[in-house]
């Protein structure tokens, strides 16, 4: 079983940024996929942004390209989130999810964090 843990989100003026962080801790296993989930208020969870370690490719949904950029540190087994440019929109719990296939699908995250909030403030 693989632990993720969370942290950095908080509250914060729309405009300003935020740093995400997720450390992946348990049975010894480098997960392919390390994704970022988010549910804000009144949405079912939805994909935001995924880093594949054997492609290098990243993934993003569109509301968040150019604004949020995702990165990992394979050596740690962390992924971070860096949110820019936050909007009131971007309010929510943010999850992170580990898959050990190339995914952006939820079904295929095996595992998650228990999320942090995010709140943009306007």
């Known amino acids: 079983q693989v632990q993720l843990v969370e942290s950095g989100g908080g509250l914060v003026q729309a405009g300003g940024s935020l740093r995400l962080s997720c450390a992946a801790s348990?049975?010894?296993?480098?997960?392919?996929?390390m994704g970022w989930f988010r549910r804000t208020p009144g949405k079912e969870r939805e994909f935001v942004a995924a880093?594949?370690?054997?492609?290098?490719?990243?993934y993003y949904t569109d509301s968040v390209k150019g604004r949020f950029t995702i990165s990992r540190d394979n050596a740690k087994n962390t992924v971070y989130l860096q949110m820019d440019s936050l909007k009131p929109e971007d309010t929510g719990v943010y999850y992170c999810?580990?898959?050990?296939?190339?995914?952006?699908?939820?079904?295929?995250?095996?595992?998650w964090g228990q999320g942090t909030q995010v709140t943009v403030s306007s």
């Open positions: 348990g049975r010894t296993f480098s997960p392919n996929t």
């Open positions: 880093s594949v370690r054997w492609s290098g490719k990243r």
């Open positions: 999810a580990a898959s050990e296939v190339q995914s952006t699908s939820q079904p295929d995250f095996r595992s």
